[in-house]
């Protein structure tokens, strides 16, 4: 937890690219490239937006409390009304979390989310796979205590040291096409603990932040593919066209915000269970992926984070209940007590305290 007061809780995350990522701009063209992806409008670096985020993540929680509970609105999943019967419920965890509109009323989301950016990037050099970052990027996402390089010279973490090759008293790397020159330093990122991600850190190398973008934007994925008629199933007349991602071994960082629920007359819910609703859809991230083109082998994306212990979901689920049994809520208590009955068999190590919250809540 970065910051955490009455008013919100802002929680980091990273997140390691499993597949290429493509979040495309809408298709326009530019260049050779037809489907281009989203940028940082400054700096050039593409970014997975936050709407994107929220919007996927908005469906697996969905999915996922539809697996826990079965009975649950499926205009929730979209927050959006389809017609005068047809409306999101506006008192689940998805509209609670996520927000929602309905014909006579409408409320913000409660948890925020940042765009995903890049905090490592993978390149292919005479050594291997590199990851580079850059001074802005490192400082934007919270690292602090990192060696900055000399304009137009990298520096490599130590481990690469035995690998790179040494000219007049400099080492030499090459980023694609582009060949620097630069020296070796102990590079230390505090990031959670994950296996995956561990190999990655062993391999940093940190640019200037000028020619960041640069190496970024000459790496990117560009892949041909053809459009098939979906009617005929036959390959559509001009349909070659190329695309490009954001390559598969990239480390992103983002942020959500989770607002107190009782500042805004929610008083049954806590910031506990909008963080569990959230986490239950980062979770499914890693299989159902991001973006475009999800049935080509795009999108997924592993989220890592320090994610709210069950136990502490426990607590805060039987906190609601409490209130919930004061207001003589009696349909809510109910409805809570079918989840935790279902959800019994799957979390085996938590299930005394179910058990403890079903007898004294449940009838
Ligand atoms: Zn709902």
Known sequence: MLEDNGIYKLKRYFALALDPIHVGTGGYRIGRVDNTIVREPATGIPKIPGTTIEGCCRSYAYLKLKED??????????????????????????????????????????????????????????????????????????????PEPSDNEFIANKNLERLLTEEGGKYILNFGW??????????????????????????????PDELF????????????????????????????????????????????????????????WNTELIIKTVEDGLKLF???????????????????????????????????LEILRKKHKNDKIQAICNYLKNIKSEYTNWIEKIEEIINKFCR
């Open 69 to 146: 509970v079965k009975n649950i609105n499926i205009h929730c999943a979209k927050g959006k009304p389809k017609s005068e019967t047809e409306q999101p419920c506006g008192s689940c965890e998805i509209c609670i979390t996520f927000g929602y509109t309905k014909r006579d009323k409408s409320m913000q989301a409660l948890a925020l989310f940042s765009d995903a950016r890049i905090l490592f990037f993978p390149v292919a050099t005479m050594i291997g796979p590199v990851w580079i970052t850059c001074p802005m990027v490192l400082k934007d996402a919270g690292m602090m205590n990192f």
């Open 178 to 207: 582009l060949i620097l020159k630069g020296n070796v330093e102990e590079i230390n990122v505090n990031l959670p603990k994950s296996e995956e991600i561990e190999n990655i850190l062993n391999r940093i190398v940190i640019v």
């Open 213 to 268: 973008s640069t190496i970024v934007n000459s790496n990117l994925e560009v892949r041909t593919s053809i459009a098939i008629d979906p009617e005929t199933g036959t390959v559509e007349e001009g349909a070659l066209f190329t695309y490009e991602a954001i390559p598969r071994g990239t480390v992103f960082w983002l942020d959500v915000i989770y607002q107190n629920p009782k500042n805004f007359q929610l008083n049954e």
């Open 286 to 320: 890693e299989f159902l992926g991001v973006g475009g083109m999800g049935s080509r082998g795009f999108g997924r994306l592993k989220v890592i984070g320090e994610f709210l212990p069950f136990d502490k979901y426990l607590e805060a689920l039987e906190k609601r």
